[in-house]
């Protein structure tokens, strides 16, 4: 069954550390995104793709960076981890005009 | 402004009535998604519907485009139907945009 996975599914950071978070989606499509939500808020936007080694800034970039090493696997990098950048992480994949989302990834930065 | 906002913020329902969810848009629509997303977090889709009315068990999608807007209707609630229905906006940049979510609790 086509899947979209995250790694970790958890994580604490501390504050100014790196921090990379991993998607891996056997869909075999070409679009793929990386989303933030914040508690009680809807997902924002932070970094897509569409080819392998081409990444696209969405509507909330500053302070990550996005990494597209092939069509099956998108990360999300975290330079300098920050406080405000505590909240679920969720990557998805794309065909048509539906998406399918892993199972979200926890970043706790202290 | 915001692009999309969806409508009521929150509800609780007894159990076997029914919810009818809003989602209101403002720019021009490419595709509609419907998610609903469990307690725990992860999101499952509902539907798939950039226009017309689609229908799954209890649940059903209408998304009208002239009217920028498209509602989720949950016939006969159930307890197991509390969580959060968030919809996303497909622009034509290939770009989601998805509302705050409404969440439904069903009381027992």
């Known amino acids: 069954e086509a899947a979209v996975t995250q790694s970790p599914r958890s994580k604490v950071a501390v504050t100014g550390g790196k921090v990379t978070l991993s998607c891996h989606q056997t869909n075999n499509h070409d679009y793929m995104y990386w989303y933030r939500q914040d508690t009680g808020h809807g997902l924002r936007l932070i970094h897509y793709s569409y080819v392998a080694d081409s990444t696209e800034k969405g509507d909330i970039p500053d302070g990550y960076k996005a990494s597209r090493p092939s069509q099956e696997n998108f990360s999300l990098i975290l330079e300098l981890a920050s406080l405000s950048q505590t909240a679920v992480y969720f990557c998805a994949s794309k065909t048509g005009g539906e998406q399918y989302f892993g199972p979200g990834t926890r970043l706790t930065v202290l | ?108």
């Open chain 2, 1 to 108: 402004g915001q692009q999309v906002q969806q409508s009521p913020a929150s509800l609780v329902l007894q159990e076997g009535e029914n919810a009818e969810l809003q989602c209101n848009f403002s720019t021009s629509l490419n595709s509609m998604q419907w998610f609903y997303q469990r307690p725990g977090g992860s999101l499952v889709s509902l539907f798939y519907n950039p226009s017309g009315t689609k229908h799954s068990g209890r649940l059903t999608s209408t998304t009208v485009i002239k009217e920028r807007r498209s509602s989720l209707h949950i016939s006969s609630s159930q307890t197991t139907d509390s969580g959060t229905y968030l919809c996303a906006l497909g622009t034509g940049n290939y770009k989601y945009v998805f509302g705050a979510g409404t969440r439904l609790k069903v009381i027992a």
